[in-house]
């Protein structure tokens, strides 16, 4: 990746051959296979696992969300209203308990010009859930004092797209984030990117994008 070029959503929807793709993940996976999120031990219910490979069995109902599952890390672009333009490095995580959704976690932290740490940035937790018609909803609440609902489709087996029908931001938030819509997808070297877009007058603005390479699961 370009460090200062923002992810292409042309590579994150770009169809690859399956059999190109199962190899790909194979070799991939021997180093990250074996990783795993951890909880605290003896709680009474399935834990929580970003790895296929152990805890409960994913949902069939999230079988067209599977290829997001893991631990995710890397590094990308921002240009903010607030903050303007910087680097930054995050860690996304995608888990499951065996329910029909899948849990979301990330985490930014503020990179210099030579890709050092300055700092923590934004966190954003929340929920995927997709309905049996393929209509996912994403619900995130960030850091920052903003709650927003997001609505889309599955653009390819590797590509999903979603748009906030609602944007909350409370008294302290900032209040120069307009509605939001993202782009995730898994490029033809199976890292995951992703891009934020939020719409600045009339049209929609690249504000954050990173690519991110499997780090579990």
Known sequence: MNENAPVSGERMTERLDGNDAVNRAARQSESTAKRNIVDLPDLPIPENTAN?????????GLLALLPLVGVWRGEGQADTVVDGQYRFGQQIIF????????????????????????????????????????????LCTHSTGVVEIYYGKPVTERAWEVQAASTMVTATGPASLGPGKRLYGLMPNNDLGWVDERLRGEDFVPRMSAQLKRYAG
């Open 52 to 60: 296929l490979r152990e805890g409960p069995n994913l949902h069939d």
């Open 95 to 138: 888990s499951h308990d065996g329910e029909n959704y899948l849990g979301y976690e990330s985490r930014f932290w503020k990179l210099d010009d030579d890709g050092n740490v300055v700092g923590p940035d934004l966190r954003e937790t929340g929920f995927w859930r997709i309905n049996d018609d393929d209509e996912i909803e994403f």
